[in-house]
């Protein structure tokens, strides 16, 4: 794709739809890049006025304390849950393997890679060197939470493949981390699902057969069942007979190559997010998502790979749409084809699909949803040509009714999962929701979080249900305010919350030290 955000630019305001608008050296910036007055940066709430250390200390401080206050909340809920009566089908919810409040040495591992994500990763995320003077016209003015550098007298420190790079890496080394304080150690923390690599080792060579069959060999899913085949599509079956085909037989090696597989999340998102966004806000996007708590989920996890598919259709929708794009039809299918290939992966992830609807509308190019849908379907009618049906593999993955009690316990227990896994850096993209550009994204996430409510889809299983959507519901964190003067503004972005940054981590490590598991 074009790099519109080249080093040794000056940020300009963007077009209506969110495409940039590239300010050279040689260049005066557009009129409406005047400084703000005093007032107008007045204008925001309370805890964002100014852009002093202590107001953003006092910000993230409150949202620390909300985040906190609700896992509380949801811990004690649990707690109580698993002493009552309601039939849940775990011995200690929310997690099928119950609690064991343990010590590991190796504690320090994960602590020291969360630092050196933070001070490296967060530094770099969209820190500049000065440049040289402007030969004509007047540089951008700054605005609140960013630097004197970022407003277009500077270039960044990383270039952006680069950067891009520097999250994959620590994106694998957050989750390898968290893999070694894993209950039973570094393996059972890498090891593949074992009715995945149980079932991959029985397909033979004839895979057409069990796509077939999938169906009628396939026991439907239950609340709380830790089983892969119930709960998916054949897409990660396939994924695991092909990877044993390669030589990744083994269910350690399977889930390395998992877990490899679903680190590139990490720069798919951010690249999505910079072409919707901007460049500033998909830089400090990166180490929020490298030290994300859900981390820990994508280790040996099939749905890493349906989290990546999901997010290779939205980037590819989203970059393809961009204004000046050449074959954006082209693009439009792709996305498409990818998003019928996530959905042959995962059920609720396809819903991620409105997320490039929005785009398209929001950049005026409608008609490259009728492009998108028929890409989307082309696999689907693929696999039904071979006997599966997608429908009936969603019939067997909804989990069946039961009594009111224990929906809504299920409900209260999801959401706690959920919490845990987002970390406190959630509570601020919830708080800045109506100031981000990359609302289409949470609109997508939205629905497909929904679709796996209503079709029961999460009883039990929000930490792999909803792992393709997590990346997205963060994108706001890194919205400005107050909301810029301009549309589009491409240099605002809101300031890295190291703080919950690290509580999320601190967060991950003790979830990982009390979860239960082999020995």
Same mark, same amino acid.
């Given at each position: ?34 400084? !703000?007055? !005093? ?92 440049? !040289? !003077? ?62 995945? $690599? ?292 491409? $240099? ?28």
């Amino acid at each position: 794709m074009p790099d519109h955000n080249q080093p040794r630019r000056g940020r300009g305001t963007a077009h209506g739809d969110g495409s940039p608008v590239s300010v050279t050296e040689d260049t005066p910036p557009p009129a409406a890049a005047e400084p !703000p007055t !005093p007032r107008a940066l007045d204008s925001g709430p309370p805890d964002a006025r100014s852009s002093a250390p202590g107001s953003s200390i006092r910000a993230e401080l409150v949202e620390a304390g909300i985040w906190l206050t609700l896992v509380a909340f949801g811990l004690v809920g649990t707690v109580i849950l698993a002493s009552s009566h309601v039939a849940l089908g775990l011995r200690e919810p929310p997690w099928h393997d119950g609690w064991q409040a343990r010590f590991d040495p190796l504690i320090v591992v994960p602590a020291v890679v969360a630092a050196i994500i933070l001070v490296l990763i967060g530094r770099w995320a969209a820190t500049v060197h000065p440049a !040289p !003077p402007r030969t004509r016209g007047a540089a951008v003015p700054t605005a609140p939470e960013s630097g004197p550098a970022e407003s277009g007298s500077g270039v960044f420190r990383l270039s952006w493949p680069v950067l891009l790079l520097v999250g994959y890496v620590g994106s694998l080394a957050w989750t390898f981390a968290l893999a070694l304080v894993a209950p039973g150690g570094i393996r059972a923390g890498l090891r593949a699902p074992a009715d995945l $690599v149980t079932a991959a080792h029985a397909i033979g060579n004839d895979p057409l057969a069990m796509v077939a069959a999938y169906t009628d060999h396939v026991p439907p899913a239950t609340a709380g069942s830790v089983d892969v085949l119930p709960a998916h599509p054949p897409g990660p079956l396939l994924a695991a007979w092909t990877l044993a085909r390669l030589g990744l037989s083994g269910a350690v090696p399977l889930g390395i190559a998992f877990t490899l597989i679903g680190a590139l999340t990490v720069p798919v998102v951010c690249v999505a997010v910079r072409s919707l966004c901007h460049e500033t806000a998909a830089r400090r996007l990166v180490p929020i998502l490298v030290l994300a708590p859900w981390s820990g989920w994508m280790a040996a996890s099939p749905d890493a790979v349906t989290a990546l598919l999901a997010a290779l259709a939205v980037a590819v929708g989203v970059v393809g749409c961009e204004p000046g794009r050449r074959y954006s039809a082209w693009w439009a299918l792709a996305s498409g084809l990818l998003l019928g290939l996530a959905a042959l992966f995962g059920y609720a992830p396809v819903w991620l699909g409105v997320a490039v609807a929005a785009a398209y509308f929001v950049r005026r190019r409608p008609l490259l949803n009728a492009v998108t849908g028929l890409g989307a379907l082309l696999p689907l009618f693929l696999f039904a040509a071979w006997g599966f049906s997608w429908p009936d593999g969603l019939a067997l993955a909804r989990v069946p009714h039961q009594p009111l009690a224990a929906t809504l316990a299920w409900a209260f227990l999801d959401l706690t999962v959920a919490l845990l896994g987002a970390g406190p850096v959630a509570v601020r993209a919830a708080r800045r929701l109506r100031l981000t550009p990359g609302w289409p994204f949470l609109l997508g996430a939205t629905a497909a979080a929904l679709f796996a409510a209503l079709a029961r889809l999460a009883e039990g299983g929000t930490q792999r249900t909803w792992l393709p959507l997590l990346p997205w519901l963060l994108v706001a964190a890194v919205a400005p305010r107050p909301r810029p003067a301009g549309p589009g503004d491409r $240099v605002r972005a809101g300031a890295l919350p190291v703080m919950l940054m690290s509580l999320g981590a601190a967060g991950a490590i003790v979830l990982r030290l009390f979860m239960g598991g082999p020995s």
